[in-house]
């Protein structure tokens, strides 16, 4: 079966513009969430949804990021105007209780923001 | 508040020998527990997880972890080390489908 996948894997940006990464949760599962991973935070939880409907986004940094996810099978997470302290690793995770709750990740968006 | 904390940010050990990583949780109701392991550059992997029964709990890998309500510890073990475990482990805790909290990690260096 596919796994979480993520799109870019890597991607490089000057600081200003909008990145948009993009995830596809495993088929079924009906929550997802957009986690992010620096060396001086860890991984922090950014928002997730539920049936497509946010249920709690108090993760979400600023202003300049959003989060959609318009179906089951399709999530972004936008950042517009990127800024270099948004450097990090995004993963998307999905899960559900048919899964026994166990969260699956991607391999992850590494995003450089210069 | 939940929380999770893995006292140990860094564990050295030899290849062979036997390893516990250690990880402590605040949860108001009764968690579900997990450890993944980050291999460099890589996504998370659970290696295993604990909702609910027997305390001890097999894993991929040969790992294993105990549930310890009385001290709210999720403790991770593995007999014999080898040099391939060398990776980042996280705890996490959480219920059911919500969201997981993650402690800060534990990075294992392994030496042959």
């Known amino acids: 079966d596919a796994g979480v996948i993520q799109s870019p894997r890597h991607e490089v940006t000057e600081m200003g513009q909008e990145v948009t990464l993009r995830c596809k949760p495993i088929?079924?599962?009906?929550?997802l969430f957009w986690y992010r991973q620096t060396m001086m935070r860890g991984l922090e939880l950014l928002i997730y949804?539920?049936?497509?409907?946010?249920?709690?986004d108090s993760g979400m940094p600023e202003d300049r990021f959003s989060a959609k996810m318009p179906n089951a099978s399709f999530s972004t997470l936008k950042i517009q105007p990127s800024e270099p302290r948004d450097s990090a690793v995004y993963f998307c995770a999905s899960n559900t209780a048919a899964s026994g709750n166990t969260i699956y990740f991607g391999e992850g968006s590494w995003l450089t923001v210069v | 508040a939940q929380s999770v904390t893995q006292p140990d940010i860094h564990i050295t050990v030899s290849e062979g020998a036997s390893l516990e990583l250690r990880c402590n949780y605040s949860y108001g109701a009764t968690p579900y527990l997990f450890w993944y392991v980050q291999s460099p550059g890589q996504g998370l992997q659970l290696l295993l997880k604990?909702?609910?029964?027997?305390?001890l709990v097999q894993g991929i890998k040969g790992f294993e972890a105990e549930f310890k309500r009385s001290q709210s510890s999720f403790n991770l073990r593995k007999p014999s080390v080898h040099w391939s475990d060398a990776a980042e482990y996280f705890c996490?805790?959480?219920?059911?489908?919500?969201?997981?909290?993650f402690g800060t990690g534990t990075r294992l260096q392994v030496f042959p």
């Open positions: 949804f539920n049936n497509n409907v946010p249920i709690d």
């Open positions: 996490a805790v959480g219920g059911g489908t919500d969201k997981l909290i």
């Open positions: 088929s079924g599962h009906n929550s």
């Open positions: 604990y909702f609910s029964g027997d305390t």
